[in-house]
């Protein structure tokens, strides 16, 4: 599958601000309400569930959306790994973009799909490693 690109320019050109973060800086913690998403320009960060590393993002990746998409809580923290910058997203500007942009749609959706089939991933390692006494 093609790579879909999210120029920082397009983002800048949107309203997007950019935001730079430290390593160890918290990004959102879970159960927060949640009014943005944002798409990774550079660096790393952690996706904790209940205290656990459960996926590492990095440039290029979003996050953020699932909780602005359904105006649910934040399912998860996200923590700076390392010095990273992010264009935050709100949701009048994610409609414009999905409105205007159906690569910039494509491109959340293929990173929602990934974490998706890497939580599977992950599920059936950890049944297999129950199921067989581990």
């Not at 309203?15 to 879970?30: M, N, R, Y």
């Not at 960060?45 to 809580?73: N, Y």
């Not at 934040?74 to 159906?102: H, Q």
Request: aromatic share 8%.
């Amino acid at each position: 599958m093609e790579a879909v690109w999210i120029s920082p320019q397009l983002l800048a050109a949107a309203g997007s601000p950019t935001i730079s973060f430290a390593p160890g800086d918290v990004i959102f913690k879970e159960g927060e309400k949640a009014d943005k998403m944002y798409v990774i320009l550079s660096g790393e960060l952690e996706v904790h569930l209940q205290g656990m590393v459960v996926d590492t993002l990095t440039q290029g990746g979003t996050f953020g959306e699932m909780a602005l998409t359904d105006g649910s809580p934040r399912s998860a923290t996200v923590v700076a790994k390392t010095s990273c910058e992010l264009a935050a997203i709100n949701e009048k500007t994610f409609v414009l973009l999905v409105d205007e942009m159906p690569y910039f749609a494509l491109h959340t959706m293929r990173n929602l799909v990934d974490r998706v089939h890497r939580r599977n991933e992950q599920w059936m390692a950890l049944r297999q490693r129950v199921l067989s006494g581990f």
